[in-house]
Structures are given as C-alpha cells and as structure tokens.
C-alpha cells in the first residue's frame, strides 16, 4: 500500500486535494508501484520559480518538478515504506497549459502527476516523442474515467 499526501501552499485550498490523492495512488496501482510515500506539492508560479532556479539554475516557472528522495528505491523494497520524493506542481502553469492546449484542466493535472511518478520512478524524456512521454500518455487514456475535481 502507497501513502499519498498532497498538499497547496501559495494558492486557496482547491477542495479537491483527496481525489488528487486518489489519482495519484490509482497512478502508481497502474503502475505495479508499491510501498512508497510521495508528496504532492501544488502550488504557485512564484514558488515553483524559486524551487527551479535554487535546484536547477532555471531562472523561471515550469510547470511540474520531481524532486528523488531514493534514488535507488528499488533495493530497498522490502523495507516498508520508501520516501521516494515529492511532485511539485504550478497551478498558474497547469492553468497556461491547459487553455493553450484547450483541454480541461483536470486532465492537465493529472497529466502533470502522471509526468512526475514517472521522473521519480527514474524515467526521463529528451523530447515529446520519448518512451517517457508515450507511457505518461497511455496511462492517462486508461485513467480516463478516474476523476480529481
């Protein structure tokens, strides 16, 4: 079993922090993840800014960061729970995304929480036609249904 928590700082409480828990933790089932703990932060532009230049040396919001508590997870399965790391995502951002994209925001943020379960489980993504990329995607087309808001 996963321990899921999320959280918002910088932004009104939307009310649906528990059905982002649940997506989350229907994300990592999909994914045959077990025993972790992870942290969901949303949050703000400002926030996210300073997380991205302080850990990356970008100087400007992005969207969601994935930040890796055990890098090597899998050898300590067995072990209980694994604090794995934390997702961090920018409303103000997922709100740009989606009306760009003209999609509902709910499915930007859980294409947004899929993309960082996906860093942490050590995936990463050169380009959007990575191996990265097309898993975010089939895993959002099976949780379709699954609804946060």
Not at 64 to 79: K, M, W
Request: with cysteine; aromatic share 4%.
């Amino acid at each position: 079993m996963n321990d899921v928590e999320v959280a918002s700082a910088g932004i009104d409480d939307p009310g649906w922090l528990r059905g982002c828990e649940r997506f989350a933790a229907k994300v990592l089932e999909t994914r045959g993840i077990d025993n972790w703990e992870l942290s969901i932060l949303l949050t703000d532009d400002g926030t996210i800014r300073q997380l991205n230049r302080h850990y990356r040396e970008m100087d400007r919001p992005t969207d969601v960061l994935s930040f890796s508590q055990d890098p090597d997870y899998a050898t300590s399965a067995g072990e209980g729970k694994v604090p794995v790391g934390d997702v961090v995502i920018s409303m103000e951002t997922l709100s740009r995304n989606a009306q760009a994209r003209q999609i509902p925001e709910e499915e930007e943020l859980k294409r947004l929480l899929i993309h960082g379960i996906l860093h942490l489980e050590g995936m990463d993504h050169e380009d959007e036609e990575s191996e990265m990329i097309r898993v975010q995607e089939d895993i959002l087309a099976g949780l379709k249904k699954e609804r946060i808001f």
